[in-house]
């Protein structure tokens, strides 16, 4: 059964902390995986990792994807409370239905 | 300029109800989605659909029913709603079904 699971599931941060999120899974016929950030609303995109060992950047977030131990990483360096959030990872797979299978996310609280 | 839009932001209904939510999409994209996310924030796929294929996740009820009346818009009429129909449901899109989806602002559904 394909799976994807993230750790951990809550976490409570003081600001200008460094966290990781992990994400690992077990899918059929893989494509690329996927991190959203959600807020109050909707899941807002924030990488896609397509080829493992290269890391993708954006400002004080990184990601990083291992296909061979089949598993992400999602990086905040020097947190602030607007990085308080629910971090989703989804997996995309070729075929099917559930193209975009999510896993249940991490609960990110970042305090002053 | 809102790039997925879904109407309306709240509805609350009666069990037994039939009851239809809209979703538009101004970016171009030739494929959309419906998830449904639970009181747990896990996002699961019910449907996925462009203008040549639709597909179901076989575990949603028949009552769940998606129409598109042209590409850039996808439905959803759901006949008589139960109490477990309780969530948020999320539209989404992309351009092709492999690509990043975007998501809409999501819809509360509350069936009392």
């Known amino acids: 059964e394909d799976k994807v699971v993230q750790s951990p599931l809550s976490l409570v941060v003081h600001e200008g902390d460094t966290v990781t999120l992990n994400c690992s899974y077990e899918v059929t016929n893989f494509r690329s995986l996927l991190w959203y950030k959600q807020e109050k609303k909707a899941p807002t995109f924030l990488f896609m990792l397509t080829s493992s060992g290269i890391e993708k950047k954006s400002g004080r977030l990184s990601s990083i994807l291992d296909k061979k131990e089949l598993f992400s990483i999602l990086n905040i360096t020097a947190t602030q409370t607007g990085d308080s959030a629910i971090y989703l990872c989804?997996?995309?797979?070729?075929?099917?239905?559930?193209?975009?299978?999510f896993g249940t996310g991490t609960r990110l609280t970042v305090i002053p | 300029d809102t790039a997925v839009s879904q109407t309306p932001k709240y509805l609350v209904t009666q069990m037994g109800n039939d009851k239809s939510i809209k979703c538009e999409q101004n970016?171009?994209?030739?494929?959309m989605y419906w998830y449904k996310q639970d009181s747990k924030k896990f996002l699961k796929i019910m449907f996925s659909?462009?203008?040549?294929?639709?597909?179901i996740n076989e575990t949603v009820p028949n009552r769940f029913s998606p129409k598109s009346p042209d590409k850039a818009h996808l439905n959803l009429h759901i006949n008589s709603l139960e109490l477990g129909d309780s969530a948020v449901y999320f539209c989404?899109?992309?351009?092709?079904?492999?690509?990043?989806?975007?998501f809409g602002p999501g819809t509360r559904l509350l069936v009392l």
């Open positions: 989804a997996v995309n797979r070729l075929t099917g239905a559930n193209n975009l299978f």
């Open positions: 659909y462009n203008n040549k294929e639709l597909i």
């Open positions: 989404a899109s992309s351009l092709k079904s492999v690509e990043t989806q975007y």
């Open positions: 970016l171009g994209h030739d494929t």
